[in-house]
């Protein structure tokens, strides 16, 4: 089951490290972002669920410019014990059916080359691969 994740639980933030930490290994979910990311009315957090157990997790953004409603996808993970059931796939669908519901005009997500299997679904569901520079500023 795919589910927003509209209220705080102190086991959302375990479960989400966990996958942050499958994501990457630096990546670390906190309480305060996690509170965070639940209550900003332009983030929607979402999570897939076998029973209570927390089996994967996307982020969509939703940002407002003058040109346009952009939405950035952040986040796509599923644990690695549950890769090949397609709960990837649930959660981008989820994603870009609530962009849509949101206006979102432009879906934008990165994804490192190394991730061969969810940058093929991507792919397949309609993202295109664009050549561009990608600027990162580390502030803090």
Same mark, same amino acid.
């Given at each position: $089951?795919?589910? %927003?994740?509209?209220?705080?639980? %102190?086991?959302? =933030? %375990?479960?989400?490290?966990?996958? /942050?930490?499958?994501?990457? &290994?630096?990546?670390?979910?906190?309480?305060?972002? =996690?509170?965070?990311?639940? !209550?900003?009315?332009? $983030?929607?957090?979402?999570?897939?669920? !076998?029973?209570? +157990? $927390?089996?994967?997790?996307?982020?969509?953004?939703?940002?407002?410019? &003058? !040109? /346009?409603?952009?939405?950035?996808?952040?986040? *796509?993970?599923?644990?690695?014990?549950?890769?090949? #059931?397609?709960?990837?796939?649930?959660? /981008? !669908? +989820?994603?870009?059916?609530?962009?849509? #519901?949101?206006?979102? #005009?432009?879906? +934008?997500?990165?994804?490192? &080359?190394? +991730? =061969? %299997?969810?940058?093929?679904?991507? #792919?397949?569901?309609?993202?295109?691969?664009?050549?561009?520079? *990608?600027? =990162?500023?580390?502030?803090?």
């Amino acid at each position: $089951m795919i589910k %927003e994740l509209v209220s705080f639980s %102190e086991e959302y =933030v %375990e479960a989400l490290d966990a996958l /942050m930490h499958e994501l990457s &290994p630096a990546a670390t979910a906190t309480e305060a972002r =996690v509170r965070k990311c639940i !209550e900003d009315k332009n $983030m929607h957090l979402y999570a897939a669920f !076998e029973e209570k +157990r $927390m089996l994967g997790c996307a982020t969509l953004c939703v940002c407002t410019t &003058p !040109e /346009m409603v952009i939405g950035f996808v952040e986040a *796509v993970v599923v644990t690695a014990a549950c890769r090949g #059931q397609h709960l990837g796939r649930k959660l /981008m !669908e +989820r994603v870009i059916d609530d962009a849509r #519901q949101y206006g979102v #005009q432009h879906l +934008r997500l990165t994804s490192n &080359p190394k +991730r =061969v %299997e969810a940058n093929g679904l991507y #792919q397949e569901m309609g993202f295109e691969r664009k050549e561009t520079n *990608v600027y =990162v500023m580390n502030i803090n």
